[in-house]
């Protein structure tokens, strides 16, 4: 059964910094897009970044210059490294993958399970 599993959210201080992870496990043949979004209350879920399995990388507006998305293909895993960060960077933080499990037909689109990330002011 294949799942992403988040970690690194937590609570800190305007313009600190901080990493989420996300690990895809399970039966896997194959990783294409990976990505960040998140959902703050009240408000819709939003894209942050995504990368393609080349490392082609794309960024939300709003983050542009403080987040870095990466992938380690090797450990099936994504990064977000987060600096400067606002208080109105405040959200749960989702991470997901089109996954290619081992027997299935198709790639399929995998959510994680999120990551409360809060900074204060």
């Known amino acids: 059964q294949v799942q992403l599993v988040e970690s690194g959210g937590g609570l800190v201080q305007a313009g600190r910094s901080l990493t989420l992870s996300c690990r895809a496990s399970?039966?896997?043949?194959?990783?294409?897009?990976m990505g960040w979004y998140r959902q703050a209350p009240g408000k819709q879920r939003e894209l942050v970044a995504s990368?393609?399995?080349?490392?082609?990388?794309n960024y939300a507006d709003s983050v542009k210059g403080r987040f870095t998305i990466s992938r380690d293909n090797a450990l099936n895993t994504v990064y977000l490294q987060m600096n400067s960060l606002k208080p109105e960077d405040t959200a749960v933080y989702y991470c997901?993958?089109?996954?290619?499990?081992?027997?299935?037909?198709?790639?399929?689109?995998?959510w994680g399970q999120g990551t409360q990330v809060t900074v204060s002011s």
């Open positions: 997901n993958a089109d996954i290619l499990g081992a027997g299935a037909a198709r790639y399929i689109h995998y």
């Open positions: 399970g039966f896997i043949f194959s990783i294409n897009g």
């Open positions: 990368i393609t399995v080349g490392g082609s990388t």
